[in-house]
């Protein structure tokens, strides 16, 4: 997510001076009709805050110090950010990213009498958002979803009991839900299954109003050769033709079967691009990075 994007806000203040002027003309021609000259510049103002004061709002909130409480969180919990150098320009985007998308987004426990979501369960939520979002920096996240969060799994009428088994879902217009246990179970197994990432890849899916496993702003997108990967894997993996390394719900449709590689790009990169060599290159090509590339990290979520 971008902080400050200096062509973009060029663009909007020109609209605004723009409009501000035209009031200004305006008026001159219709002799002392400044009332119209203040409608210009008013427009011209609230032109310029619709579309640029989010951007003043960020920059005042990544000149704060990152609080520490997250990045110790941050740093026992999400092994993708504990690979990230300290200090560096990488780092910092990736905490920028956090409170950006904690600022931005509305993240609340489900039930009217729910307690407040913690901070653990933020941050990761946050954190899936950062590490998708880490090699495009232009990309924007829907601001217009609500994210729920449950206590554990839920059913299908968002009821939770012993049969529950949906850890998370996303709505074509709808909220994000999450389980909170699962949120966490995720990130501490590294077992291909990140229910956190797994979702907001269908919200990359959804973005163009279609569940179809193509993502928005792909350069493959609408290529024929990412449709036939598709075909292909999904053949494979129903036929049981496909190396082990996507679980079994990849083989529901397009829609899961990008989810279930999104995550598996993220957790397992050597082991999807061991497997899967094409899939994962196109991956790559896409979210702007390589994850099997980086460092193997010690502690107890280290990449495999």
């Known amino acids: 997510m971008q902080v400050w994007p200096r062509a973009r806000i060029r663009v909007h203040l020109g609209v605004a001076a723009t409009l501000a002027l035209a009031g200004i003309i305006a008026a001159i021609a219709q002799l002392w009709a400044w009332p119209v000259a203040l409608v210009g510049a008013a427009a011209g103002l609230a032109w310029y805050l619709l579309h640029c004061a989010r951007f003043h709002r960020r920059r005042a909130l990544v000149s704060e110090p990152f609080p520490p409480a997250w990045r110790k969180l941050l740093e026992r919990r999400v ?93 074509h217009q709808g909220p994000i839900l999450y389980s909170r246990r699962d949120l966490r179970l995720g990130f ?49 993996l129903r036929g049981r033709r496909y190396p082990h390394v996507l679980r079994d719900y990849a083989k529901t449709n397009e829609a899961e079967f990008f989810a279930v590689a999104v995550e598996n790009f993220f957790e397992r990169p050597r082991k999807l691009r061991g497997a899967d060599p094409e899939l994962y290159e196109m991956l790559c090509d896409y979210f702007g990075q390589d994850p099997a590339s980086q460092p193997q990290v010690r502690g107890p979520d280290k990449f495999r």
């Open 188 to 236: 501490r197994r590294h077992d291909g299954h990140n229910v956190g990432v797994h979702e907001l890849a269908h919200v990359l899916d959804l973005a163009d109003g279609h569940a179809d496993g193509v993502p928005i702003g792909a350069s493959w997108a609408s290529s024929a050769p990412w449709l036939e990967v598709i075909s292909d894997r999904l053949a494979k």
């Open 79 to 171: 092994s993708f950010y504990r690979a990230l150098p300290e200090g560096s320009e990488a780092r910092q985007r990736f905490e920028d990213d956090v409170r950006i998308f904690l600022a931005e987004q509305h993240i609340y426990a489900a039930g009217e009498d729910a307690a407040e979501v913690d901070d653990e369960t933020r941050l990761l939520i946050a954190a899936s958002a950062a590490m998708l979002g880490h090699g495009m920096p232009r990309f924007e996240w829907p601001r217009l979803r609500d994210i729920v969060v449950y206590p554990r799994a839920f059913d299908d009428e968002y009821q939770q009991h012993a049969a529950s088994d949906i850890s998370g879902m996303v709505h």
